[in-house]
């Protein structure tokens, strides 16, 4: 396959399509199963659910991000700045105080700050290869 210069702009699109997808997951996820969540991660729903909400927002932004016929990156910069912050208030949370988490809800939260940067980082690296 020779590479052409749709190629990054289909990877950051591929990019931003899973990010949707997994914020998508989770939104369900935190919104719909709070009482689940609440049982298995110590997450309490009054936090479940508006964390599900802000989730499902971030899908719908990401798959209209992603949706341009051509990515913009000042949009790309912004989902990159939202990843960022999301992942630091996911990592700082669980040491907070202010939810009473089991060990498979520090191990979720955590993760999902890992995954969110890793997100961010790679997003960036898309952000950087776009032209306008």
Request: glycine share 10%; aromatic share 6%.
């Amino acid at each position: 396959m020779t590479p052409t210069a749709a190629a990054p702009d289909t990877r950051l699109r591929s990019l931003l399509r899973f990010d949707a997808a997994a914020c998508a997951a989770f939104g369900v996820l935190m919104t719909a199963g709070a009482v689940l969540v609440e049982r298995l991660l110590g997450l309490e729903p009054a936090w479940a659910v508006p964390l599900g909400v802000y989730l499902l927002g971030c899908a719908v932004a990401l798959a209209l991000v992603a949706g341009y016929p051509v990515p913009l990156r000042g949009h790309v910069i912004g989902v990159v700045a939202n990843n960022a912050a999301a992942a630091v208030a996911l990592a700082a949370l669980p040491f907070t105080g202010l939810v009473d988490l089991t060990a498979l809800g520090y191990a979720v939260l955590l993760g999902g700050a890992a995954l969110v940067a890793l997100f961010a980082v790679l997003e960036a690296q898309g952000a950087k290869r776009l032209t306008a």
